[in-house]
Each structure stands twice: as structure tokens, then as C-alpha cells.
């Protein structure tokens, strides 16, 4: 179970704007759940991703299974980001090399497996990877670490849609049952029968938080779900157009 | 030459993973040996000092002149060890550049924040200057063996200025 209790983070955007990011977040990861992180630019996705793996100081607890982050469970957790984490200068086949030296789980059958589907070369350095075959390798790292709960920012950020569908098939496809995923996306109606639960943060505060069986209970759709959490107005657009006819 | 690149191979270990470190060594190489060849003007130095301590008597033999003492060994090697600060202090550069590396082009800093082995950062940062300045100084003080011994082998005993 991954707690993250009462978390807040503030910027500094300048020497006298002081910004909340995280305004006193909570919430609760049992393994095994795949949850999809909603907000719009600026509601704290990131900050929250990043405040889990300790990459920023914040106030608040956030534990693993009682126990805070640190070096000795911190190979629990992986990470996939847009902005890439990986080595540009090694190739995939180093990449493996370097995690089954750093994380005794790592999972070389399926990493092998997911280049392979993905027909990415395995001795071409990544930095001569185009942008999708980046964002693909990034995931793979992050699935193969062998961690049980992987957060992905943006993952799929510059791949086609057709890439997207295939990873979302193949994620569910090998995923175990201890496996965790928390994805933060703006993809909302893409992912909506990958995951099983929405968070929905705005301006650093959980918005809404439902399960997608709920949901479909009610007859409504992620989207709709979104659109009412948010109190979106459809009519925004054609009001705004009209106005400025006039 | 196959025994060296194997040597320069092991040293990677020393390096972010996928560093040009290549580039890096045969930069600090070079200056130590820019160092080293600033520093060799200890030689005539000596020859000069050492020349100094002789005369020609009217017969045209080299004869010492009386009660001379040479110059002492530390004021004559002073000045030599002047350009061994670019090689140390570059090696403060290169620890920056090391760390900088995790986040140009990708952020690889979170991948290595991640890591259960706590120190596997800072040593990669660090290492290889440490290594490098553990080299400069090595190198000086075998210079200063060098010229210490060829001191004492160049200068007559008499010469010789007391402690």
C-alpha cells in the first residue's frame, strides 16, 4: 500500500509570489490498482509523482507499506517519465546491463520481450531513437525494473495514437496482480478501459476520486465524470465566439 | 597499445554511465603533461645556479669559488609546480560537468536519484577528479624526487647550504 498523507509543496515563483502546488493531498495505492491521474497543465501531477519518488522536499508523510522512502525500499517504486531518465549515450542492451546490476529484479524476459514487440533496436544508442521509440523505451525501463508500483508522467507524449492503443493492450496483457500503476495523462478517454480508478487533481487539491466500475454504474463516462468533477461548460466556446461578434 | 586501451576501458567504472570520459582524460593528460614540461625548467635553473658556483682560474680551469653555497633546493623548485594547478583545479570543472551530464538530454538524474545504492551519485561525480588529482599529486611528487636527486648529484657537497 502506498499512503501518501496530507502532502503540500509550495514554490517560490519569484522572491514575492509564493505558489501551492500540493494543497494537503491524500490518498491511498493498494497494489495492484491501475489509476489514472487527471488535471489540467499546472494542477500538480508532477509535483505529486515527484514528491513520491522524494525528488522534491515536502511537507507531509508519504509511506510504502508503513514504511517511509528510502534507499532501502525506493527500488520499489519506477519511474516513466516524458522527460526521459534514461542514459542517451548507451544502447538498450546496456540499459539491461546497468538495472540488473542496480535492481535484483529486474525483469529481463519481459524486457526483451516488449523490445522485441516494439521492434526497437537493441545496440543503437538512444540518443539516435526517434521521440516514439523513446517514449516506448522509457516505459519498457519502467516496467522491467521489477518495481510494484510504477508511476508514468506523460508517458505517451509524441507517439501515435496507434502506438498508444498497442501499449495500453500489451500493459494489460503482462501486468501481475502486485503491479501498481499510476499514470498521469491528459489522455482521459484513451485510457479509460486501462485503468480502474481516476484521481482528479486541480490546483494541487484531489478533485474527485472514483473507480471506473463505479462509474459505469452510474452509467456515465470518464469523460462525463471529468467534465461534471470539473464543472466544465460545454458552452463556453460558442459564447465566447458570439461575444466576439458582436 | 591493446594492454593501454584496456586499462583506459576499466576507468569507465569511474564515470557516468555513457560519459565521454575519453575526451576528459586526454584533456587532464594534456595538461599534466603541459604541467609537467613547465615544471622541467627547474633543470636549467640548476644548470644555471649550479654554473654559478664555478670559475675559470688563469690556467682556464673550472675551479669553486670560495665559501660559495648554492642556493637552496626549495627556492630553486619553487616556481616549478605553477602550472599544476590547471590539471587540479580543472578537476573541480569536471566534477560539475559530471553531475550537469544526468540532465543533459534527458533527465537521467532521476534514474540515478533512484538507485538503492546511496552513493553511486556523488562517486560517479566525483571519482574520476579524485583519481585525476590523486595522479597530479603523484606526478609532483615524483618530479620532486627528480629534481631533488639531480640537486644533490649536480651540487658538491661543500656547496651545499646547511638545514
Not at chain 1, 137 to 154: K, R, T
Not at chain 1, 170 to 178: A, C, D, N, T
Not at chain 2, 74 to 95: D, I, K, N, Y
Request: with cysteine; hydrophobic share 45%.
Amino acid at each position: 500500500m502506498l499512503e501518501i498523507k496530507n502532502i503540500c509543496k509550495s514554490y517560490r515563483e519569484n522572491p514575492l509570489q509564493q505558489v501551492q502546488a500540493l494543497k494537503n493531498v491524500s490518498l491511498q495505492l493498494a497494489q495492484g490498482e491501475i489509476v489514472g491521474l487527471f488535471g489540467e497543465n499546472g494542477a500538480g501531477k508532477t509535483t505529486l509523482l515527484k514528491a513520491i519518488l522524494g525528488y522534491l522536499p515536502f511537507q507531509g508523510e508519504i509511506l510504502l507499506d508503513g514504511r517511509r522512502i528510502d534507499k532501502g525500499n525506493i527500488a520499489r517504486l519506477s519511474f516513466a517519465t516524458c522527460e526521459h531518465s534514461f542514459f542517451p549515450n548507451l544502447s538498450p542492451g546496456q540499459h539491461a546491463d546497468f538495472y540488473r546490476m542496480h535492481f535484483g529484479s529486474f525483469r529481463s524476459e519481459r524486457f526483451h520481450a516488449l523490445m522485441e514487440f516494439f521492434s526497437l533496436p537493441m545496440d543503437k544508442r538512444l540518443k539516435a531513437y526517434s521521440t516514439g521509440q523513446k517514449n516506448q523505451f522509457e516505459v519498457i525501463l519502467s516496467l522491467c525494473q521489477g518495481a510494484d508500483y510504477i508511476l508514468m508522467d506523460e508517458p505517451f507524449a509524441g507517439n501515435d495514437v496507434f502506438n498508444r492503443e498497442d501499449f495500453y493492450k500489451v500493459l494489460l496483457g503482462i501486468l501481475e496482480p502486485s503491479e501498481t500503476i499510476l499514470l498521469s495523462t491528459h489522455l482521459i478517454q484513451e485510457v479509460e478501459h486501462f485503468i480502474g480508478r481516476a484521481v482528479l487533481l486541480h490546483q494541487g487539491t484531489i478533485l474527485g476520486d472514483t473507480t471506473v466500475l463505479a462509474l459505469e454504474e452510474q452509467g456515465m463516462s470518464l469523460m462525463d465524470y471529468v467534465r461534471e468533477t470539473y464543472q466544465y461548460q460545454g458552452n463556453r466556446v460558442s459564447r465566447a465566439l458570439t461575444m466576439s461578434k458582436l | 597499445m591493446k594492454r593501454i586501451k584496456a586499462w583506459i576501458d576499466k576507468l569507465e567504472k569511474f564515470y557516468p554511465p555513457g560519459y565521454a570520459y575519453r575526451w576528459e582524460l586526454a584533456v587532464t593528460t594534456g595538461l599534466i603533461l603541459a604541467a609537467v614540461c613547465f615544471s622541467l625548467r627547474f633543470l636549467p635553473r640548476l644548470d644555471n645556479a649550479v654554473s654559478g658556483l664555478y670559475y675559470y682560474d688563469s690556467a682556464a680551469a673550472l675551479q669553486l669559488v670560495p665559501n660559495v653555497t648554492m642556493e637552496p633546493f626549495h627556492r630553486l623548485v619553487r616556481g616549478s609546480w605553477q602550472f599544476f594547478w590547471l590539471p587540479a583545479l580543472s578537476q573541480g570543472a569536471m566534477a560539475v560537468s559530471h553531475y550537469c551530464y544526468y540532465y543533459r538530454d534527458t533527465r537521467s538524474i532521476y534514474l540515478m536519484r533512484r538507485l538503492p545504492q546511496k552513493k553511486l551519485l556523488p562517486r560517479s561525480c566525483l571519482a574520476a577528479p579524485l583519481l585525476c588529482l590523486g595522479l597530479t599529486a603523484l606526478v609532483m611528487a615524483v618530479l620532486w624526487l627528480f629534481y631533488l636527486g639531480c640537486y644533490f648529484l649536480a651540487v658538491p657537497p661543500q656547496c651545499l647550504p646547511s638545514l
